[in-house]
């Protein structure tokens, strides 16, 4: 990502005036399947949603974004709900974590095929990814349209096949549109 990337995400942001969004559904509906502490970091957190649910739910978090506008109103919500969040802002392409240096990784809404190694590389043994993004077999025109940002059919499956999958979801054009979970999977999957 380069530096028009930031500019372009730092705009997006910048004109967000509703409320705030909730946490990614894979973590809202799991926040039971965490660990009562350890160190927790929201990947591409935009403005930070998961980072404040599991603030809430008691791990020490980091919160990651190219972002400085979206970590702006992550620190604002922070401190209006007397959170500690270690904020940085950070091209993840460039610097993607460390090895084994997080109990629990989120990431919504951002996919990039090369960071998966070092993803499924800084979580701990026994630690835990929750991930939630969108899939190419979409039923309406929402998120990207560039298939490099879209998983295919249960592709986010195959990348952690190896490790014990806890739950999984992705309903993309099956059965009954209009109702259900469309336009993204979503995966819980615990490290061995």
């Known amino acids: 990502m380069n530096d028009k990337t930031k500019e372009k995400w730092d705009k997006n942001y910048e004109s967000c005036s509703s409320g705030y969004p909730s946490p990614a559904e894979v973590l809202r ?32 978090v980091s919160a990651w974004d190219i972002s400085a506008s979206a970590l702006e109103h992550l620190s604002n919500e922070a401190i209006k709900k007397d ?21 629990v990784i989120t990431v919504s809404n951002f996919l990039e095929r090369e960071l998966i190694d070092d993803i499924r590389n800084a ?41 014990n999958v ?3 979801k992705e309903e993309g054009t099956a059965g009954r549109i209009d109702e259900g979970f469309r336009n993204q999977a979503m995966l819980i999957a615990q490290k061995p």
């Open 166 to 168: 806890l739950y999984y």
């Open 29 to 60: 509906q799991n926040q039971h399947l965490l660990p009562t502490q350890g160190a927790a970091l929201d990947l591409a957190c935009g403005r930070g949603a998961n980072a404040i649910c599991l603030a809430e739910n008691g791990l020490s």
């Open 83 to 103: 959170l500690i969040i270690e904020l940085e802002s950070r091209n993840i392409s460039e610097q993607p974590p460390e090895p084994h240096s997080f109990d």
């Open 123 to 163: 979580i701990k043994p026994s630690g835990l990814i929750f991930y939630q993004t969108f899939i190419q077999d979409k039923v309406c025109n929402v998120g990207p349209s560039n298939p490099d940002y879209l998983l295919a059919k249960n592709e986010l499956l195959l990348l952690f096949n190896d490790w």
